[in-house]
């Protein structure tokens, strides 16, 4: 069995993303729930849907895989024990015969959530051997 760290760096090698971290629209009309990637949120400011951004600093702690409410781009993001299960539930059963680099990226927050879950090992150790040789 290889080491949950390494396991995970593997992965986000090779899905080589580059993500953005999240942003929202703060202030008194802000629905500060949606995250955005920094040029929608740009967007919706200019639209008057909010006073100002905040966000960009650290990646956040979702339940789910993080993406930008307008334009669907992956943002950076950390899996919360609900969201990795969640993750993990969608992707246990996925063939990673050819792995892709968002699934690459996806399956290593699962495992950087808990490195100690047999389970989420073993979903990781299964789709780095899809990795591209």
Known sequence: ???AFKLIL???RYANLELERSYWLS???ADEGPSY???CAKKELAKGLGEYISGGEYAQECDTYEQCYMCAKMLDYHLTD???EREYDWLKYKRFKRLG???AYMVARILDSDH???KYMRLAERAAK???R
């Open 1 to 3: 069995m290889m080491d």
């Open 101 to 103: 680099r968002d699934n």
């Open 116 to 118: 100690h879950n047999k």
């Open 10 to 12: 593997r992965l986000d």
């Open 130 to 132: 899809g990795i591209k």
């Open 37 to 39: 990637c920094l040029e």
């Open 82 to 84: 609900h969201g990795a």
């Open 27 to 29: 202030g008194d009309n």
